[in-house]
């Protein structure tokens, strides 16, 4: 039954955050959310977590407790989203109505895509663990402590990830671990990326390879995890310049960054574009087909890196271009891409990143932002967590920008 104005598809950060805003403009009683999980992550600590800074606890509340109250949570997966006929279908039988809808469906991790890795029970057996889910982020902290000598060799996939400097972050905390624990003459660390860089912009990238250099890991670029031989810790690496060609590294820890991709529900509908990402306008997050569909966040299609600050500074943009949209009138709000990511390159020391769709450097603040900073690290660690649950996800973060400009006046 069409009781619902708005229905938001994912419970994450980009589906609690606009179900806030949707409420404060649409009142309470015309939003839906449709989300399975019954537990909300904040997903950007678990990179401390592996490392063992913050307990996993920490990272996750229940979904319950996010929801807007007066919103509708429909406890189901979406199963079907049908654009033509303003319907969604979900996992337990019910069809949905929707005047509006925004698609917040996050992106898939294909883990089974990395031929031989284990079941995750055995994986701290196996030292291998993985930031990129609550079920594995701990084995990382356990395949650090258990640590005796050898290779740790860290992975970036073939595909578009989330948070992208995220798989080289749990390098550098490695190589602190290894450090203060006295352990780090026994260990080498390898690097092992698809990409054909260290990071996407130019002046981050820089700086992490003085780090590298200095700290002495060494980066293999252009290199796949295709598989794990657990029983021998050996992980299987092909050369993506030269396929076929692949390389065998033993390992004493394995740190995994699985294949990401479109969640099967937007890939399967006529709201995906050819690779299967929700086709959305990149300046006014709106549906390039379907006009009373949006989209925020990772199921997108926008050409920026896919981060939770992202998410932040979309949520302000797609709350104006919603508002036009109510009011028969063109949006005009423009998303310039900006995203952001907290590079830890050490337990009390971050370089952060903020750059928009040019991939030009945004900063927040006037100050260098790729030299390694304490008070950025208590930035990521302490105050984000706050930003994320009392400011994002209650709809009053919208990104930095403003503040930008104010610390940036007179300036330039
Ligand atoms: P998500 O928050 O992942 O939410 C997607 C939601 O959709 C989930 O709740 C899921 O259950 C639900 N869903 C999936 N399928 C269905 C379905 N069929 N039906 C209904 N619901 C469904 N970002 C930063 O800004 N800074 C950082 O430092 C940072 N570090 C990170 C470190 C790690 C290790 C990881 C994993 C991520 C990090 N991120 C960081 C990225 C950030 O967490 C994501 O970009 C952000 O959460 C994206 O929000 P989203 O709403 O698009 O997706
Ligand atoms: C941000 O807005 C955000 O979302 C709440 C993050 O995710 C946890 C971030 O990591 C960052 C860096 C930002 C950007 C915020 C500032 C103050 C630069």
């Given at each position: 039954r069409p009781y619902v104005i708005t229905s938001l598809l994912g419970g994450g950060s980009g589906g609690i955050t606009m179900s806030a805003r949707m409420k404060r403009r649409l009142g309470a009683e015309n939003v839906a959310i449709v989300e399975p999980s019954e537990m909300h992550y904040y997903q950007p600590i678990w990179t401390l977590v592996g490392a063992g800074a913050k307990g996993v606890a920490s990272s996750g509340r229940p979904t319950a407790s996010v929801v807007p109250s007066g919103v509708k949570w429909?406890?189901?997966?979406?199963?079907e989203i049908n654009p033509d006929t303003n319907t969604v279908r979900t996992g337990n039988g019910m069809e949905i109505s929707y005047q509006y809808l925004i698609v917040a469906l996050g992106l898939q991790l294909h883990y089974e895509k990395i031929k031989g890795l284990p079941e995750i029970e055995d994986w701290v057996k196996f030292k291998i663990g993985s930031n990129y889910s609550v079920l594995t982020v701990e084995k990382t902290w356990s395949a650090l402590q258990n640590f005796k000598e050898g290779n740790a060799v860290f992975s970036f996939p073939n595909t578009p990830v989330k948070c992208a400097g995220a798989p080289q972050k749990i390098m550098y905390l490695t190589d602190a671990y290894l450090r203060k624990t006295g352990k780090r003459a026994k260990a080498n660390i390898v690097y092992n990326t698809?990409?054909?860089?260290?990071?996407?912009?130019k002046k981050y990238a820089d700086a992490l390879w003085e780090i590298v250099k200095s700290r002495d890991m060494q980066v293999n670029l252009r290199q796949n995890l295709i598989e794990v031989r657990a029983d021998k810790q050996e992980a299987v690496f092909e050369n993506l310049d030269n396929p076929g060609e692949t390389k065998v590294f033993e390992y004493e820890m394995l740190h995994v960054t699985p294949p990401m991709g479109p969640n099967p529900e937007v890939k399967g509908s006529l709201l995906a574009d050819e690779a299967g990402w929700l086709d959305?306008?990149?300046?006014?997050?709106?549906h390039n087909k379907y006009p009373n569909v949006f989209g925020i966040g990772d199921c997108t299609n926008l050409p920026t890196s896919k981060t939770a600050a992202a998410v932040a500074a979309q949520s302000s943009i797609l709350d104006r271009t919603i508002s036009k949209v109510l009011k028969n009138e063109k949006p005009d709000s423009k998303y310039d891409g900006y995203t952001s990511c907290p590079l830890v390159t050490n337990y009390n020391t971050v370089i952060l990143a903020e750059f928009d769709y040019s991939g030009q450097p945004l900063e927040t603040f006037p100050i260098d932002q790729s030299k390694e900073r304490w008070t950025m690290y208590h930035m990521k660690a302490d105050v984000m967590p706050h930003l994320y649950w009392h400011g994002l996800l209650k709809g009053f973060w919208g990104g930095p920008g403003p503040y930008r400009k104010i610390m940036h006046l007179g300036m330039k």
């Open positions: 429909v406890r189901s997966k979406v199963q698809s990409l054909p860089v260290l990071f996407g912009v959305v306008n990149k300046e006014t997050l709106q």
